[in-house]
């Protein structure tokens, strides 16, 4: 199944052409041995016979941070998988491939995963497949399909279940709801969420319930930090490879968000330990700066694009390709980074951490942290001018995200007054995120104009800046109000802290 997404401009320049790849968007439902397809719009698909070889580190590395890699047989042609985690689904990567030896690309995407250990099978299961392609005026929606797993061993059947999914073919969610609910109704009930190979085993994904309120400091920054390296290692095999816009960011956001965590709680932990730790993380957060931000620019011309007619769009389209090439420049030097063994000692480091945070004593609390940085980020406004320069809003960008950040971190302890803070905060740095963008966007314009000559392309390029200024006039309009709402909420919540 496939989906069509937004790539980067970069979507082709790492990807080796015998790889494919698609995001799989899909619905797991729960059947019992009475179960039965009922009638749908559309036509029965070709029944199948599956046999999947799942892989993972003997410490199940993969399975941790909700990476599956298998081995597919059908009719005799072997294909190797890996699917690792997006924002609307999973990424599927397909190569063909007998059992043998895992594929070169594919170990390369999963060094910072595997870190030298060597992947093993852990399951073994045949399904039979059958199912129906559902269709709408539109075309093709969804495959209902139903799941007849056999869990072998030795070439013996030791254990039998039986799973129902709607993948989805498209973007069209009009008959997500309606689909789902037929599908219940013909007596389809919820899914634990595990996926074949954690059913095949009975794994679960290990310990990820939150910390009790009253739980130790360290417990909870244990928590928040296990969450955020889990979300790099699980993001880092698509910033690799590159391609979707989502995976760089979302490694990019769990970069920051674990420099936010080791600044804030500088208090609770060993100081030799966390500040060179902070600072790989910020050499790493530079890495992938440059390559996030030339894929919010692409895509931020290329919606402007669509609007103009088609003797302004050539120009704009000029320095879309621009973008496209320095982005590729970007990623080059992205994996370049990624495959230093700098990066791997950093990766090492985090993963220790995983296992035994270095925590002192103090009597600091989460809370304390949070109120600190709001504090912080209230100062910093009150010092700003009526009419602050780019740079400083740029600055009170930086605090707001501290002071979210670290408000997460109390969200356990603090509850709902914590989490709203935490989407206010969101509101007024998605704002001042838009005003940094379009300051970075009329740099991009004015250094494509002093390469580029033409009067078409000047006059284009002055439209653009006038709407960058129009971005940043009408950000600053709202800025006030939306700053008198999180400091009102800051106030409720931290206030008395």
């Known amino acids: 199944m496939t989906a069509q997404t937004k790539t980067s401009p970069s979507a082709t320049a790492s990807r080796p052409a015998a790889l494919k790849s698609s995001i799989e968007r899909e619905i797991k439902l729960s059947v019992d041995g009475r179960f039965r397809i009922p009638k749908l719009p559309g036509r029965p698909l070709v029944p199948r016979l599956l046999t999947s070889t799942y892989y993972d580190t003997p410490d199940h590395r993969l399975a941790q941070v909700r990476i599956t890699l298998r081995h597919r047989v059908e009719r005799r042609k072997g294909l190797w998988q890996l699917k690792v985690p ?156 590159g391609g979707e816009i989502e995976d760089l960011h979302q ?112 009597d600091q609390t989460l809370s304390h942290i949070a109120a600190r940085q709001f504090r912080k980020l209230r100062k910093a406004m009150k010092q700003i001018r009526r009419s602050p320069t780019d740079s400083e809003l740029h600055r009170i960008r930086i605090r707001t995200k501290r002071a979210r950040y670290a408000s997460e971190l109390a969200e356990t302890s603090a509850g709902k007054s914590a989490a709203r803070f935490v989407e206010q905060a969101r509101k007024f740095q998605d704002l001042l995120g838009i005003h940094q963008d379009a300051v970075l966007a009329e740099d991009y314009i004015r250094a494509f104009v002093e390469r580029t000559k033409g009067l078409r392309t000047a006059f284009v390029a002055g439209r653009m800046v006038e709407r960058q200024r129009q971005r940043r006039e009408a950000a600053r309009a709202v800025l006030s109000s939306q700053w008198e709402k999180l400091k009102r909420r800051g106030k409720k919540t931290w206030d008395s802290v």
């Open 251 to 362: 490694m990019r956001v769990a970069i920051r968000r674990l420099r936010a965590l080791l600044r804030a709680a500088g208090p609770l932990l060993n100081p030799e330990w966390s500040e060179p730790l902070r600072a790989e993380l910020a050499w790493v957060g530079g890495l992938l700066g440059p390559a996030r931000d030339l894929d919010v620019q692409a895509a931020y011309f290329q919606a402007e694009a669509a609007t103009l007619k088609s003797r302004d769009r050539r120009p704009l389209e000029r320095f879309i390709e621009q973008l496209r090439r320095e982005r590729e420049v970007a990623q080059r030097a992205l994996v370049e980074g990624l495959r230093s063994p700098r990066y791997m000692e950093l990766v090492e480091a985090l993963t220790r951490a995983m296992r035994s945070l270095p925590v002192v004593a103090s």
């Open 86 to 241: 997006a924002t609307d689904g999973r990424r599927e990567l397909e190569i063909a491939g007998g059992p043998g030896s895992l594929p070169t690309v594919l170990r390369e995407l999963l060094v910072a995963n595997l870190r030298g250990s060597k992947v093993v099978p852990v399951a073994t299961l045949r399904t039979r497949r059958t199912g129906v392609r559902v269709r709408a005026a539109s075309g093709p929606v969804a495959d209902v399909v139903l799941d007849l797993v056999a869990v072998m061993k030795d070439g013996r059947v030791v254990r039998r279940f039986r799973e129902l999914e709607i993948e989805w073919l498209g973007k069209d969610k009009t008959l997500e709801a309606y689909l789902e609910a037929l599908l219940r109704k013909a007596g389809a009930g919820d899914h634990d969420g595990r996926s074949k190979m954690f059913q095949a085993v009975n794994w679960t994904a290990g310990s990820n319930g939150v910390p009790e309120a009253d739980a130790p400091v360290a417990e909870q920054l244990a928590f928040m930090l296990r969450r955020r390296v889990k979300a790099l290692l699980a993001y880092d095999p698509g910033t690799r490879l």
